[in-house]
């Protein structure tokens, strides 16, 4: 299939802006205007929204890597379910 360059002016901040939200969905600038550009022929408008949720904080899930971290830190990381069972009997006195 032949190709063509299309060539159009923009406002720097705009431009910037833009390639910073593309970069944080795994895609450049460019392939995001092809798949705007292919998608608008296919469905004869504009079918889709790519959007980056401004959710909150998941805390349990912050929780689970700050544990995560601490266990790499110390060297516990790779612990086998014995190793962790034979731990907490420990710690509960129960041999």
């Known amino acids: 299939m ?39 022929v296919q469905d004869s ?14 805390k349990g899930l912050a929780a689970m890597k700050a544990a995560s971290m601490i266990a790499e830190q110390n060297g516990i990381a790779n612990m086998s379910l014995e190793e962790i069972n034979k731990e907490i009997n420990a710690a509960r006195g129960i041999e």
């Not at 406002?11 to 910073?20: D, R, S």
């Not at 795994?26 to 798949?35: H, V």
């Not at 790519?50 to 959710?55: G, R």
């Open 45 to 58: 408008g504009i079918p889709f929204s790519m959007k980056i949720e401004q959710k909150t904080p998941n």
């Open 2 to 40: 032949a190709t063509t360059f299309v060539q159009f002016r923009l406002e720097e901040t705009v431009k910037i802006k833009a390639a910073e939200i593309c970069e944080k969905l795994g895609i450049d600038l460019p392939t995001y205007f092809r798949m705007c550009a292919t998608r608008l």
